[in-house]
């Protein structure tokens, strides 16, 4: 634990601070309301009016704790009155250093969260806070904060005047007031459905958002019991549990949907705190309700989503099953007994029965090679990527070996020099070299060896893997679209080819998270380019 450091001014600070006259006073209304106050806006079941002494802090009001004063050292505003200027959130005191190992912490109060906005004199000294404190992590937002620095400036004021109430009391009247008004309308004006309930169910205070949504004035609801606004059924099988168990001093919530007269049937999750007085007694109870009806509804229309997902997922299966078997089979049989055909009769044929012939065999060979496209691009929404570091060197030269035939046909070859690791699933990146690789190898111009290059570039948060050919180029106007399933430029008597390849290379692209591009010039070659989001490689080595 990190014992908080003595302000230099702190000698000083004391001599104001004991010069106000508050220390050990009796509990005042005034203050309890403050605290009270600063319960509601935060939704905490802690909030404090405290005072630095110079061994101790001293609760000039407490909401939820019976201690009056500890030791300096254990305090939380001993270190929040370090910065005047400055609202002290602290969104998990386990995670602090400075608290971990505090007693508050780490002892059976089991605090977690802190916020104090110090209260500081019009000469600058923090004589405190004005503090709230919550048994599980949490954050306030910038109003809620804004709310507690206005509260602390509160309690700076009518410390001032404290001492001199009886000669400035009507003035010291008015300047609470105003910045009580402030708060509560701040309070008013929240979001959510606030509410304070005494012992007896009786409505003290409801905000303007409760007005709306029940279509009411405050003069309505304001001395009126809860069971003859909401109707003796509902008051009786629902809120009356919920406010009985909150009177016992236990946070209580629930979900239900309600019809309110101003905006019809909402879903609201209800949060009910028990309010306590300056002797720590329960006075009542602090219920805020949240609508979630857009949640629930954003909800629902996902479960729709997914379950429409489900069924395009089974129909993505029967289609890949169809794709596999139903389809393969006759494929494969005509491949079968073509190839038979050939190898076993084709010299008994007329020369019209075998160019006939051939193209049987050529158009099978194509569905062939189409089906099995078809498959590699249905099958990648079912691939699970798996990223880790791969060497595309070693992985080309792995290429290199089952293109072997092809390079040997068309009197070409692969340049890979070693080059950086990428990070990408091995499988699917082999997937794209191979295509863009035996496209550079086809694609050729006539009487030029087709030339594959092959590069890796790291820069603008991308690795950049690059395919480079020396072949026939694509005009520009061809170039944006390329990419789209089936596009094919030339005729397939001039390039075999399905028109799926460069769509998987994109796919596979998109599933990294990155995209393909490329940049040809007609009669002279292209570079296609895998763009690998380089933020992979900074959490895969993390």
């Not at 929240?190 to 003290?204: F, H, M, S």
């Not at 078809?374 to 570091?389: E, G, T």
């Not at 995209?515 to 080595?541: I, K, N, W, Y």
Request: charged share 20%; proline share 4%.
């Amino acid at each position: 634990m990190q014992t908080p450091p003595i302000p230099a001014n702190d000698a000083q600070r004391l001599v104001r601070l004991h010069g106000l006259g508050i220390l050990d006073t009796l509990p005042q209304k005034a203050f309890d309301d403050i605290s009270a106050m600063a319960q509601m806006i935060c939704g905490t079941p802690v909030a404090l009016i405290t005072l630095i002494d110079k061994d101790r802090q001293w609760s000039k009001s407490r909401i939820g704790v019976e201690a009056v004063e500890l030791p300096r050292e254990l305090a939380f505003c001993s270190h929040a009155i370090l910065e005047p200027d400055k609202v002290m959130m602290v969104e998990d005191l386990s995670q602090d250093p400075r608290f971990s190992d505090n007693p508050l912490v780490a002892g059976p109060t089991n605090a977690r969260f802190y916020a104090g906005a110090p209260i500081v004199t019009g000469d600058g000294f923090a004589m405190g806070t004005v503090c709230v404190v919550d048994l599980k992590a949490r954050t306030l937002d910038a109003a809620q904060l804004d709310a507690l620095r206005r509260l602390s400036s509160l309690v700076s004021t009518l410390f001032e005047h404290e001492k001199d109430r009886l000669q400035e009391a009507e003035k010291s009247a008015a300047a609470a007031r105003l910045a009580h008004e402030e708060l509560t309308a701040m309070a008013i004006a929240g979001l959510d459905l606030q509410v304070y309930v005494d012992a007896n169910y009786v409505y003290q205070h409801v905000n303007d958002t409760f007005l709306s949504y029940w279509a009411c004035g405050r003069e309505d609801i304001i001395g009126r019991s809860v069971a003859s606004h909401v109707g003796e059924e509902a008051f009786r099988t629902i809120l009356q549990p919920a406010l009985a168990t909150a009177l016992t001093g236990e946070p209580h919530s629930y979900n239900r949907k309600v019809e309110f007269p101003g905006c019809g049937i909402r879903h609201v999750e209800v949060a009910l705190l028990p309010a306590r007085g300056p002797n720590g007694e329960i006075t009542g109870v602090v219920m805020r309700a949240q609508d979630v009806q857009e949640i629930r509804e954003r909800e629902a229309h996902l479960r729709q989503t997914v379950a429409l997902l489900e069924q395009k997922t089974l129909e993505q299966e029967r289609f890949i099953h169809i794709i596999s078997h139903d389809l393969r089979e006759p494929i494969n049989t005509i491949n079968n007994f073509t190839s038979l055909l050939v190898s076993d009769h084709q010299q008994e044929l007329t020369a019209t029965a075998q160019r006939y012939l051939s193209f049987v065999q050529s158009g099978g060979q194509r569905m062939s090679f189409l089906l099995d496209d078809l498959l590699h691009f249905v099958r990648l929404d079912n691939h699970a990527v798996k990223i880790r570091p791969v060497e595309v060197s070693r992985l080309m030269q792995q290429l290199q070996n089952d293109l072997a035939g092809v390079i040997f046909r068309v009197g070409g070859r692969i340049d890979c020099a070693p080059q950086p690791l990428v990070i990408a699933d091995e499988s699917l990146l082999r997937i794209v070299l191979q295509n863009l690789a035996t496209n550079g190898l086809k694609f050729s111009r006539r009487g030029v060896a087709p030339v594959v290059h092959i590069s890796v570039e790291q820069g603008d948060g991308f690795h950049n893997v690059h395919v480079t050919d020396n072949g026939i180029g694509i005009a520009s106007d061809h170039q944006i679209d390329i990419f789209d399933m089936f596009k094919r430029l030339h005729t397939r008597k001039q390039y075999e080819g399905s028109g799926l390849g460069l769509s998987i290379c994109r796919r596979i692209a998109h599933l990294h998270g990155g995209r393909m591009s490329v940049q040809s010039t007609l009669g002279e070659g292209s570079r296609f380019t895998l763009h690998l989001p380089a933020a992979h490689a900074a959490s895969h080595l993390e």
